[in-house]
């Protein structure tokens, strides 16, 4: 992971002064960067600048993160923390293939009854998002494997797939093998769709960990692009229409979005009996309560005066009334810790964290520094828990 910070000018940072920062710090072509991020600059001293940040952290997943500084040492900045991976060219020439599982040597060897544990990243995340809980749970004993899976696709169709993949891959094995599932984000709903969904193959599944994960949705799911609004100096015809009519163009956003047609189906379901089920909840928002009010202030302002504000006013609506994700202590910045409760689950664990902390070596820490992640630690706990040994031909049962 790459971090740089990028000073302000006058309180002012242009976006074309990341995209040649984050060239040079990367070796890449400045042009094919800039075309990932938007246009004009953005102003660090407006009360909307960490709502903006927020939403293009979201768009671009764990692999990048923007914030601004704030130090009393020196003036304001944009910190950038970047993935190379995240803008590594692609060969075109390379089979496609859906779904991949990479996995540990020997992933389906003989464990001594201990299970498999399979990670699933969320919307834009990458399998490398697990490498350094993967890393601890090897030290401990455990054989361990993550998730790729092509995006722009509903989470019910996903899970259906990585669920055949799977199933394929372990029945070509000599031993039986239980699983424990590890899900972030919107991994979480395709880790929990493929457990409780009696159509699919989930007889091996013997534990569900999700990590941040939206059971009731995401108010950013529903929310106009308002990284345009606050990161352009000007507005087009083509902004104007993207504000008003946004429809989330990923199937699996409008599947996030509150009340979704897939999230009344999966909340209706019944957690099985014979898994074990956690949710991890993160509560560390990087936007502090003092500031969301700001926010809300000033867009309550501009609806007084200003007739585009008044008529989007139907698509903020989750933003100007409480907006949980993003005040510290009721969200992570992306997921509220309400939402991220697992339906029928006791076991709730929260973390004061912020939605891509939850997964990711924190800052400064080693990636075998066990000791040093909160929800490396809880993980590796519960899959202890979910321990379970082949009884002859009676197959598995819980280690007691």
């Known amino acids: 992971m790459i971090e740089l910070i990028i000073p302000a000018t006058h309180g002012r940072i242009g976006w074309k002064h990341v995209a040649a920062s984050l060239a040079k710090a990367l070796q890449l072509d400045q042009t094919s960067i800039a075309e990932l991020l938007p246009a004009g600059e953005i102003k660090l001293d407006s009360p909307a600048v960490s709502l903006s940040l927020l939403a293009i952290n979201l768009a671009v997943g764990d692999r990048m993160s923007f914030a601004v500084t704030d130090s009393e040492d020196q003036p304001p900045g944009l910190l950038i923390r970047c993935d190379p991976s995240l803008l590594r060219r692609e060969n075109p020439n390379a089979p496609a293939s859906q779904v991949v599982i990479h996995h540990d040597e020997d992933w389906r060897g003989t464990l001594g009854g201990r299970p498999l544990v399979l990670c699933l990243h969320g919307l834009n995340g990458t399998y490398e998002t697990f490498d350094g809980l993967r890393q601890n749970l090897r030290s401990c004993g455990y054989r361990t494997a993550a998730i790729s899976y092509e995006p722009q696709r509903p989470i019910a169709v996903l899970a259906r797939e990585i669920s055949k993949e799977v199933t394929t891959w372990l029945d070509s094995a000599s031993h039986k093998h239980g699983l424990v599932l590890v899900g972030h984000s919107m991994g979480g709903l395709i880790a929990r769709e493929w457990t409780n969904n009696g159509a699919l193959e989930n007889d091996a599944i013997i534990g569900l960990i999700t990590i941040g994960t939206p059971h009731q949705g995401s108010a950013w799911a529903t929310l106009p692009p308002l990284m345009n609004l606050f990161a352009k100096d000007d507005f087009g015809v083509g902004d104007l229409k993207d504000v008003i009519l946004h429809t989330p163009s990923s199937p699996e956003l409008r599947d996030i979005a509150p009340e979704s047609a897939f999230l009344r189906q999966l909340n209706a379901r019944d957690n099985r009996p014979n898994v074990q089920y956690t949710s991890v909840i993160g509560v560390g928002s990087p936007v502090d309560s003092r500031t969301v009010a700001r926010i809300q202030h000033a867009f309550r302002q501009l609806e007084h005066r200003d007739g585009f504000v008044r008529l989007i006013r139907p698509r903020i609506e989750p933003l100007l009334n409480g907006f949980d994700e993003l005040i510290d202590g009721q969200g992570d910045g ?58 002859g031909d009676h197959g598995m049962g819980f280690e007691e």
Do not use: Y
Not at 335 to 356: G, I, K, N, Q, Y
Not at 358 to 381: F, N
């Open 334 to 391: 992306i997921v509220s810790a309400e939402s991220a409760a697992m339906a029928s689950t006791s076991d709730l664990v929260r973390v004061d964290l912020s939605h891509f902390e939850l997964v990711r070596p924190l800052s400064a820490q080693s990636v075998s520094d066990e000791a040093g992640h909160p929800v490396w630690r809880i993980v590796i706990d519960r899959v202890n828990r979910c321990c379970r040994v082949v009884d």
